[in-house]
């Protein structure tokens, strides 16, 4: 009788290891999502800082270009 009960510890136990590694697991993937999602939005509003910058600059050096005259 003792060793049975000993033997369902043992097995509970080692189940909720695998659950508790379970959650860490799905917590590192949640994790490592959420990074991924700052990182791809960060990535997406510096290139549109800078496309908007070169667009500026560009209209910038066509102001500063003289214009040649039609006939």
């Known amino acids: ?4 009960a000993f033997a369902l510890i043992d097995t509970y136990t ?3 290891t695998w ?4 959650w860490y697991a ?9 990074a991924w ?7 997406r509003v ?7 910058f070169t667009r500026a600059r560009q209209t ?3 102001i500063q270009q003289p214009r040649k005259e039609e006939s």
């Open 1 to 4: 009788m003792k060793a049975d």
């Open 37 to 43: 999602v700052v990182i791809e939005i960060g990535r």
């Open 46 to 52: 510096f290139d549109r800082i800078g496309a908007d």
């Open 60 to 62: 910038i050096a066509d």
């Open 14 to 16: 080692t189940a909720m």
């Open 19 to 22: 659950a508790v590694r379970g």
């Open 26 to 34: 799905a917590l590192i993937v949640l994790v490592a999502f959420a």
